[in-house]
């Protein structure tokens, strides 16, 4: 079982609100992702760490950030939510020495109203 | 360019029916990783398989089975004996040799009715 957690499940939130999703792991891994699940169920890498103080866009540009100052941890951060951020994100890690699968978190269903 | 094409939508079937995913994918890269994920209801990716480019022997694990062909560049997914517990969306994907990062197929969405 993956040792990977996202908070908070769900989030409804007004327009204009900074939020932070939280995803942590406890494997050790190297290597952090988030993606983008539109409705249509399409999975959009939005960024990535290859480790501490590394951070990287993804291929699908989003108006969010992140940081990785502890390896077990990736939150991502919009300043200011707009209806178009409404999604479900998903936040994956893995280790970093071969092409080894990727853990997922049970991801976070965000409402912008 | 790399892509991942999963052509099928969705898929409905009755329980105990043979079902097969197709997958298929882009890549100028000579070594690469690809991948099956299952999404339940409730929300994460399950890890199925992962094959590298240079392994083209197909794989069997209980009522799954995974044919790769490099020459028609496919990955397929058959489930056999077919169970409701198996309704779910399913990912194929792709990853590039030290990349890491996944790049998904569309989804499949399964269901298998009693």
């Known amino acids: 079982e993956a040792d990977i957690y996202q908070t908070p499940r769900y989030l409804v939130i007004g327009t204009g609100k900074k939020i932070t999703l939280e995803c942590s792991q406890t494997m050790g891994h190297d290597k952090m992702y988030w993606y983008q699940q539109d409705p249509g169920m399409e999975l959009h890498l939005i960024h990535y760490?290859?480790?501490?103080?590394?951070?990287e866009k993804g291929d699908l540009s989003s108006e969010s950030t992140v940081s990785r100052i502890r390896t077990e941890h990736f939150p991502l951060t919009l300043e200011s939510a707009r209806p178009s951020h409404t999604s479900q994100y998903l936040c994956?890690?893995?280790?970093?020495?071969?092409?080894?699968?990727?853990?997922f978190g049970q991801g976070t269903r965000l409402t912008v109203v | 360019a790399q892509k991942v094409t999963q052509a099928q939508t969705e898929i409905s079937v009755v329980e105990k029916e043979d079902v097969t995913l197709d997958c298929v994918y882009e890549t100028r890269d000579t070594t690469y990783y690809l991948f099956w994920y299952k999404q339940p209801p409730s929300g994460e990716l399950v890890f199925l398989i992962r094959r590298n480019s240079f392994d083209e022997q197909n794989e069997i694990s209980g009522r799954y089975s995974w044919n790769f062909q490099k020459s028609t560049s496919s990955f397929n997914f058959t489930i056999t004996a077919s169970q409701v517990v198996d309704s779910a969306v399913y990912f194929c994907?792709?990853?590039?040799?030290?990349?890491?990062?996944?790049?998904f197929g569309q989804g499949t969405e399964l269901s298998v009715k009693p």
């Open positions: 994907a792709l990853t590039p040799y030290g990349g890491g990062k996944l790049i």
């Open positions: 994956a890690s893995s280790q970093r020495t071969m092409n080894t699968e990727a853990f």
């Open positions: 760490s290859y480790g501490v103080n590394s951070t």
